[in-house]
């Protein structure tokens, strides 16, 4: 084959190569026949059970002699409704998210001295390697901050003097670090991109202030003026607790104990973690929904129940958007008659959408979710209810907040570095095996053709 000359070598005999792979399509009903559960997931939806853990649990349903019942979702940090603990926050007029990582880290929640000390670490620890800015944020750009932060975070392997030591006490050392950096990376990770891509953009560097929380710190180097208002904070700072963990089975922190498992460093998992939160499927699906109401707005002028029914059918048939047939926020893999994380924030989008009168578009979130529950019960004929999820309202706040969509994700790892922590140290101390899962080969025997043979 030879080299050609466009964008990309081989670009045709590659496509023609692409085509062979055809023939590697496993027969779906291969998978029931060998016992297989795909996503490793049952018949019902529900995963399995492969491990246990102390750092926080999602219940769905509930057991009633012997029988599964549906009910409303609960999720707990450490033993804790993470309910209460916003209310706890919101009660107190301060903000939670650096009590909320205390508490997954160390399996208590902070006395009021322990949460000082606490931040103070924190706010010191909010720094990076010197001229770490200048010799990897600002090379080589990219358009996608997550990769960009997988990027710093295997850099920052090789400014720490002890990176490969697993000991419980050195990997708490690099994680409370990385907890701490990054805030910075994400926010910095897109002004070097915006600088790099428009010819007319400054490029705006704030350092973080000691004195502000993680939340208000994000705002405070994101916005040109660093000015925000105590609700917008507030609102931010219950995302992160709200992102912050959701049990070990999702696919970033599983992925965490995978690759914790084989005795790897930290720089290496929280990366690892990090490329699979940004799949679309997993915490690139707040941009979905995002993505899915503008191109609702689009097609769908003077909306009424009637015509947003219809587009949303569209949807659900394939006809519309991304002829994925879903409706992006809708539904979970674990979460039956609702998720808590959802109504939390959508209460907390209420509010905000009060201060920017932005009331009307919210109530256009509110018609999309009851009609499309509607009719997924109705289309797809499902036992299990169907409501909107955590990402459903996330997107819609975050363009309150003015964020840009390429930090919608990364303000997700800002929140779930805090449980990749706390889950890598439970399988450190735990694991003590490998994670290595089966895969049953379905393919017949062959013999070998000797290469003059064949054709």
């Given at each position: 084959m030879r080299k050609t000359s466009r964008e990309y070598p081989y670009e045709k005999e590659i496509a023609a190569l692409a085509k062979l792979t055809d023939s590697e399509v496993i027969r779906p009903e291969l998978y029931p026949q060998n016992n297989v559960m795909r996503g490793l997931r049952d018949a019902d939806g529900k995963g399995v059970l492969c491990g246990l853990t102390e750092v926080s649990e999602v219940n769905a349903f509930r057991n009633e002699n012997?029988?599964?019942?549906?009910?409303e979702g609960e999720l707990y940090y450490r033993g804790v409704n993470v309910k209460e603990l916003v209310a706890g926050c919101v009660k107190d007029k301060r903000f939670g998210f650096e009590e909320c990582t205390y508490l997954l880290l160390f399996g208590k929640l902070p006395t009021a001295r322990e949460l000082e000390d606490f931040r103070a670490m924190l706010a010191d620890l909010r720094r990076l390697p010197r001229n770490f800015v200048r010799d990897v944020v600002m090379k080589s750009p990219s358009h996608d901050i997550m990769n960009m932060l997988a990027r710093c975070v295997l850099n920052l392997y090789s400014y720490d003097k002890n990176p490969d030591d697993i000991t419980v006490e050195n990997v708490l050392r690099q994680s409370l670090n990385l907890i701490a950096?990054?805030?910075?990376?994400?926010?910095?990770?897109?002004?070097?991109?915006?600088?790099?891509?428009?010819?007319?953009?400054?490029?705006?560097?704030?350092?973080?202030?000691?004195?502000?929380?993680?939340?208000?710190?994000?705002?405070?180097m994101l916005r040109k003026d660093n000015d925000f208002t105590d609700l917008e904070a507030k609102v931010l700072d219950t995302c992160l607790i709200l992102h912050a963990e959701h049990g070990g089975g999702n696919n970033s922190t599983f992925t965490n104990h995978v690759v914790t498992s084989s005795g790897t460093d930290t720089y290496s998992a929280v990366a690892s973690s990090l490329v699979s939160l940004k799949g679309p499927k997993h915490g690139g699906a707040n941009i979905k929904?995002?993505?899915?109401?503008?191109?609702?707005?689009?097609?769908?002028?003077?909306?009424?129940?009637?015509?947003?029914?219809?587009?949303?059918?569209?949807?659900?048939?394939k006809q519309a958007f991304d002829q994925s047939g879903l409706i992006y926020g809708m539904g979970h893999a674990v979460y039956s008659l609702?998720?808590?994380?959802?109504?939390?924030?959508?209460?907390?989008?209420?509010?905000?959408?009060?201060?920017?009168?932005?009331?009307?578009?919210?109530?256009?979130?509110?018609?999309?979710?009851?009609i499309a529950t509607e009719l997924i019960s109705e289309q797809k004929n499902t036992v299990k209810a169907v409501s909107p999820n955590v990402d459903f309202y996330s997107g819609f706040v975050y363009n309150m907040l003015a964020l840009p969509k390429a930090l919608f994700t990364p303000m997700f790892a800002v929140a779930r570095i805090s449980g990749w922590s706390a889950h890598r140290i439970e399988e450190l101390l735990n694991g003590n095996k490998i994670i290595r899962p089966a895969y049953k080969c379905v393919l017949p025997h062959s013999d070998y053709v000797p290469l003059c043979e064949r054709k």
């Amino acid at each position: 084959m030879r080299k050609t000359s466009r964008e990309y070598p081989y670009e045709k005999e590659i496509a023609a190569l692409a085509k062979l792979t055809d023939s590697e399509v496993i027969r779906p009903e291969l998978y029931p026949q060998n016992n297989v559960m795909r996503g490793l997931r049952d018949a019902d939806g529900k995963g399995v059970l492969c491990g246990l853990t102390e750092v926080s649990e999602v219940n769905a349903f509930r057991n009633e002699n012997g029988t599964l019942v549906p009910m409303e979702g609960e999720l707990y940090y450490r033993g804790v409704n993470v309910k209460e603990l916003v209310a706890g926050c919101v009660k107190d007029k301060r903000f939670g998210f650096e009590e909320c990582t205390y508490l997954l880290l160390f399996g208590k929640l902070p006395t009021a001295r322990e949460l000082e000390d606490f931040r103070a670490m924190l706010a010191d620890l909010r720094r990076l390697p010197r001229n770490f800015v200048r010799d990897v944020v600002m090379k080589s750009p990219s358009h996608d901050i997550m990769n960009m932060l997988a990027r710093c975070v295997l850099n920052l392997y090789s400014y720490d003097k002890n990176p490969d030591d697993i000991t419980v006490e050195n990997v708490l050392r690099q994680s409370l670090n990385l907890i701490a950096q990054f805030p910075l990376l994400a926010v910095y990770s897109y002004r070097a991109h915006r600088y790099a891509s428009s010819p007319t953009s400054s490029l705006i560097i704030h350092k973080p202030v000691a004195e502000l929380s993680t939340a208000e710190n994000l705002l405070h180097m994101l916005r040109k003026d660093n000015d925000f208002t105590d609700l917008e904070a507030k609102v931010l700072d219950t995302c992160l607790i709200l992102h912050a963990e959701h049990g070990g089975g999702n696919n970033s922190t599983f992925t965490n104990h995978v690759v914790t498992s084989s005795g790897t460093d930290t720089y290496s998992a929280v990366a690892s973690s990090l490329v699979s939160l940004k799949g679309p499927k997993h915490g690139g699906a707040n941009i979905k929904v995002v993505q899915m109401f503008e191109n609702i707005r689009q097609n769908v002028k003077k909306p009424t129940d009637a015509k947003l029914r219809d587009y949303l059918s569209k949807i659900l048939n394939k006809q519309a958007f991304d002829q994925s047939g879903l409706i992006y926020g809708m539904g979970h893999a674990v979460y039956s008659l609702s998720d808590p994380r959802a109504e939390v924030l959508k209460l907390y989008a209420g509010k905000l959408a009060a201060e920017q009168h932005k009331e009307e578009e919210l109530e256009f979130y509110n018609s999309v979710a009851r009609i499309a529950t509607e009719l997924i019960s109705e289309q797809k004929n499902t036992v299990k209810a169907v409501s909107p999820n955590v990402d459903f309202y996330s997107g819609f706040v975050y363009n309150m907040l003015a964020l840009p969509k390429a930090l919608f994700t990364p303000m997700f790892a800002v929140a779930r570095i805090s449980g990749w922590s706390a889950h890598r140290i439970e399988e450190l101390l735990n694991g003590n095996k490998i994670i290595r899962p089966a895969y049953k080969c379905v393919l017949p025997h062959s013999d070998y053709v000797p290469l003059c043979e064949r054709k």
